[in-house]
């Protein structure tokens, strides 16, 4: 069963930092990976993407600097490393891809709050 699982998700206080992972099920990574949020009450955003060829990364403006997506290839895991986190990064964190034969696939999602 093809499918990606979250975790690493949590409750922190401002300016603390967590990391995400995203392991995949049933097929490889071979495409973009992404890291996207969905706050309470508001639209989604793509939080970050990672190349699958030469590793490049690209990130939002609100996350720049503070945000680091990463790739193993060997474990098939995607993880984004969170720093200096705010309240407004609260948010419902999803990882998506694309599967050559499947189409997009997303995972569950993991909660992070940020709040004292």
């Known amino acids: 069963q093809v499918q990606l699982v979250e975790s690493g998700g949590g409750l922190v206080q401002p300016g603390g930092s967590l990391r995400l992972s995203c392991a995949a099920a049933?097929?490889?990574?071979?495409?973009?990976m992404n890291w996207y949020r969905q706050p309470p009450g508001k639209e989604y955003e793509l939080v970050a993407s990672?190349?699958?060829?030469?590793?490049?990364?690209n990130y939002a403006d609100s996350v720049k600097g503070r945000f680091t997506i990463s790739r193993d290839n060997v474990k098939n895991t995607m993880y984004l490393q969170m720093n200096s986190l705010k309240p407004e990064d609260t948010a419902m964190y999803y990882c998506?891809?694309?599967?050559?034969?499947?189409?997009?696939?997303w995972g569950q999602g993991t909660q992070v709050t940020v709040s004292s």
């Open positions: 998506n891809t694309v599967h050559p034969l499947r189409g997009p696939v």
């Open positions: 990672i190349s699958s060829n030469d590793g490049r990364a």
């Open positions: 049933g097929f490889t990574f071979s495409n973009t």
